[in-house]
């Protein structure tokens, strides 16, 4: 493995480590206004480099169905819309209500819903009751996305 290419996985691991898995009871209350969620779901901005270090990281499958500005990043998925300028395609509380449920655009979507807990068919072990994401996981993905502009 090439050394940058062991820090950026390095790198990531460390974001990753920050971050806590949220419990179904800790799921924080939103408000979905027209084609968004206009409230933080922590209350407080996300981190940009944070959510890019999860936007990449396999663990969240982002990468499997999207492409995007990720030079260093081999076998991006062609699934999905390429995130390249999704700041500029998606305000910032339409990205967070695409990440806590997809499905509300789209019920035949693949895109997880990552901030739901009920509805789902065939749940893992690992995430019954627990969301994919936590909120504060969506945060900073929002904020990394938000920043993706032409």
Same mark, same amino acid.
């Given at each position: 493995m090439a050394k940058s290419s062991f820090h950026g996985v390095a790198l990531i691991a460390a974001s990753l480590a920050f971050v806590s898995v949220a419990r179904a009871d800790e799921l924080a209350s939103y408000k979905v206004a /027209?084609? =968004?969620?206009?409230? +933080?779901l922590t209350g407080t901005p996300g981190d940009a480099v944070r959510g890019r270090a999860l936007v990449l990281a396999r663990t969240t499958t982002c990468i499997l169905c999207h492409s995007g500005p990720f030079p260093e990043t081999r076998f991006q998925g062609d699934l999905a819309p390429d995130l390249t /300028?999704? =700041?500029?395609?998606? +305000?910032v509380s339409q990205l967070r209500l695409r990440l806590v449920d997809a499905a509300r655009f789209n019920p035949e979507t693949i895109m997880p819903s990552y901030y739901r807990i009920d509805g789902f068919v065939r749940v893992g072990r690992n995430f019954t009751g627990k969301p994919i994401?936590?909120?504060a996981e969506?945060?900073?993905i929002v904020a990394f996305l938000a920043t993706l502009r032409d």
């Open positions: /027209g084609d =968004g969620i206009v409230e +933080s /300028g999704a =700041g500029n395609r998606w +305000s994401l936590s909120a969506i945060e900073d």
